[in-house]
């Protein structure tokens, strides 16, 4: 009889658990010109999120290391995900841009580059997180 309570237990308790998987995340971010201010990274999970403020599912700030910035992200569940990032060289915790809206800061992107005139959509940058995961992005 205990076996079988035990073997409850772990169905309904434990399981579940297991189900929702949590990965880390490791960025090695490129082109980090000088240790001053901090990477501000955005990770989103769908278009309508993408790059709007405060939809991002997670954001982190790392303080920044010349050349490349390593950056742990934990308990990132299976899914499909786009990054944007930032060097706040300032710290002033924006982005700075000119008179018309382009970023003064380096800025960069899982995946997808910044275009001629404007962001990358959510669908360039996605890749899918199903175990541990590490990706590399380059600033400019």
């Known amino acids: 009889m205990r076996h079988i309570k035990v073997f409850v237990f772990f169905l309904l308790f434990l399981m579940p658990l297991l189900a929702s998987a949590q990965n880390k995340l490791i ?5 980090v010109t000088t240790s001053n201010g901090h ?3 955005g ?17 982190v700030f790392a303080k920044a290391e010349k050349g490349t910035t390593q950056i ?29 809206g382009i970023p ?8 997808g580059k910044l275009k001629t005139f404007g962001p990358p959509s959510f669908n360039e940058c996605a890749f899918e997180i199903t175990s541990d995961f590490e990706l590399r992005i380059l600033i400019k």
């Open 39 to 41: 990477l501000a990274v």
């Open 104 to 111: 003064k800061e380096p800025i960069g992107f899982s995946i």
């Open 43 to 59: 990770i989103f999970d769908s278009q309508d999120a993408f790059l709007k403020e405060g939809k991002a599912i997670k954001g």
């Open 72 to 100: 742990e992200i934990l308990d990132m569940p299976n899914g499909t995900y786009a990054i944007s990032i930032f060097h706040d060289e300032n710290d002033n915790k924006e982005m700075d841009t000119n008179f018309f």
């Open 27 to 31: 960025l090695l971010v490129d082109g």
